[in-house]
C-alpha cells in the first residue's frame, strides 16, 4: 500500500512544498529492522564491517563536518602531547656525541660529528640508562595517565601534564652531571606516557564518526613531523653544537607554554562530561561548540545517552575487573597484539641502524641521508590519514606488517651480499648497498601506513567509555614496555645473528600480520556503540571457549 507525505517549507503565502512516495510495507520492514540494531536484538550474522542498511536513518546531515573549534581543538591537544613525544623519541639521536662530549669534561668538543671512537665506556654506559630512562618514565606515566584521565579528564590531565613536561625541559637543559639529565630524561618519558594514553581518547570522543579514524590518525603524524623536527635541529649545521645542544633539549618547555594558552579556550570532551562525569547539559555544549551552533547533534547526544543508561546499569569497574571481565577480555588480547607489533616488529631498531647502513653504502653526509627515513614517516603516515576511511583500519595493519616482513628480507639479502655470504667474497657494489638501503626504508614506509598509526586509534574505537582509560592504560604498559625490551636487547640480537638478525623482525612481523588477519575486526564508520555490541555478542555466544578469538577476523575477511 502507497501513501503520500508532503513536506511544506518556508513562509509566507507559498510555502516550497516535497511530495514523497512511501511504500508502507517496506517503510514498516526498515522501522523494525533499525529499531532492533537499536536494541542489540538483531541476532543476523551481519560482519561488523559492513554497516546496517538503514544507518542513514541514524546519521545526522553534519556528519563529519569540521568546524574551527574542532580543528582547534585537536591542535592544540596535540602540541604539548604527540608532539612533545615525537620530539623526545629523536632529540638525542644526532647530538649523542656532543652530548657525552661535555659529560666527559671535553672543553673543546669534538667538532667531528661521526666520531666513533668519542665516549669512553662509561659514558656510553651513561647515555643508555638516559634512554632506558625514558621508557621506565613512560611505563610509570601510561598507568598514571589512565587513573588521572578519569578522575580529571582527558583536557585537565594534559593541562596538568605540562607542568612535569616544563620541569623536564629545566632540568635537562641546566643538567650538570649524567644524574641530572637521566632524571630529566626520565620525568620526560613520564610526559609521554600520561599525554599518550590521554590524547587518542579526547581525539576520539571530539572527533565525528566518519572522519574519527582520520583525526586518530593525526596522532601519529604530529609524532611523525616531530621526529623529523628534531632530527634536523639535532644536525651539527644548526643545533647540534656543544654551545647549542641544550637549547634542544629544553624545546619541549615552548611545546607546553603553547598547549597552556590555548587549550583552555576549547571544550572538554563531551563524551566524558555525558558519560563519565553525569554532566548531560555540559556534555551537550561542548558537542555544540565543536559540531557548530547551526549543526544538528540530535543522533550524537541520543547515541551519548544510550551508552550512558547501559553503563549505569552495569556495577562502576575497577581496574582489576577491567582487566578479568569476560566481555573486554577478547579486547585487552587484540590491544596487547596490536601495541606489541608496534614495538616488536623492530622499527626503533632500523632508526638506529639505519646510520649504519649509510655508512657501509659510502654514503657521504651520512647525517643529512639519515634525515630520508624521517621524511618518509611524514609523508606516508600523512598518506594513511586518507586511506584509513577508505581502506579501514585492519587492511592497513595487514599491508603495514606484510610490507615490513617483506622490506626485512630485502633488507637482509642486501646485508648477506655486501658480507659476502652468499658467494663467500665481500661485494661492496652499489647494487649491493641500494639493496640494504632499499629494504631498510621500505621497512619505515610499511610501518607508517599501518602498525604506526593505528594501534594507539584503535582502543577509543573499541572499548565503551566507562573502560577506555584503563584500557589506554593497559595499552601504554605494553607499547612502552616492549619499547624497553627492545632498546635493551635489539642490539645483541643483531650482533648475535648477523646478517642475519633482521630476518628475525620480518618473521615477527609476518606472526602479527597472520594474527591480525585472524583477529582484528574493521571498525570503520561504526558506531562506538555498534563494536561495543559486537564485542559483547562475540563474548557471550562462546564465552570460555576460544573460537571467539578467530571469529572477528573470519568476519571481516569475508
Known sequence: MDSQIVFKAGGGDTPDTLTVNIDESQTFASTSESTRLLQGTDSSPRSIG??????????????????????????????????QFGYAVAMLNNIRPVVVSAFQGNTSCSKD?????????????????????????GLLGSVIGGWAADALGRKYTMLANNVFAVASGMIMHFSLSWYMLI???????????IGMVVVAPYL????????????????????????FVATVLGLPYLLGTCRLWRFIVSAPVAMAALQLVSLPFFPRSPRFLYIDNGNAQGGEQALRRLRGERADISHEVYEM????????????????????????????VLTAIIHMS????????????????????GLQHVSVFALLPAV??????????????????????????????????ILTAGLCFEKGF??????????????????????????????????WMIVSEIFPQNARATAYAFAGVVNWGGSYLVGQFFLDILQATAPYGFCIFGGVSLIFAVLIYYLQPETKNLEIADIDRYFRRLAESDQESCACFFRAGKDTAK
Open 50 to 83: 559492513s554497516p546496517s542498511p538503514h544507518r542513514h536513518l541514524l546519521e545526522d546531515s553534519n556528519a563529519g563536518k569540521l568546524t574551527w573549534t574542532l580543528i582547534g581543538a585537536t591542535l592544540a591537544a596535540l602540541i604539548s602531547t604527540s608532539a
Open 113 to 137: 660529528y661521526d666520531v666513533d671512537g668519542l665516549a669512553t665506556a662509561s659514558s656510553q654506559h651513561m647515555f643508555e640508562l638516559a634512554t632506558s630512562a625514558f621508557c621506565v618514565g
Open 183 to 193: 632524571g630529566g630524561r626520565f620525568v620526560q618519558g613520564f610526559v609521554g606516557g
Open 204 to 227: 576520539a570522543e571530539i572527533a565525528p564518526t566518519s572522519v574519527r579514524g582520520a583525526i586518530g590518525i593525526l596522532n601519529q603524524l604530529t609524532i611523525s613531523t616531530f621526529i
Open 305 to 332: 545517552r544510550q551508552e550512558k543508561e547501559k553503563i549505569e546499569q552495569l556495577p562502576k569497574l575497577s581496574v582489576l575487573q577491567v582487566l578479568t571481565s569476560r566481555h573486554l577480555r577478547f579486547r585487552l
Open 342 to 361: 608496534q614495538q616488536f616488529t623492530g622499527i626503533n631498531g632500523v632508526f638506529f641502524y639505519g646510520r649504519e647502513i649509510y655508512k657501509s653504502a
Open 376 to 409: 618518509l614517516n611524514v609523508v606516508v603516515v600523512l598518506l594513511a590519514v586518507r586511506l584509513v576511511e577508505r581502506l579501514g583500519r585492519r587492511s592497513l595493519m595487514l599491508v603495514g606488517l606484510a610490507g615490513m616482513s617483506c622490506s626485512y628480507v
Open 422 to 455: 652468499f658467494n663467500n667474497s665481500t661485494s661492496k657494489g652499489n647494487w649491493t648497498s641500494s639493496l640494504s638501503i632499499a629494504g631498510s626504508l621500505g621497512v619505515v614506509i610499511f610501518f607508517s601506513i599501518g602498525p604506526g598509526p593505528v594501534p
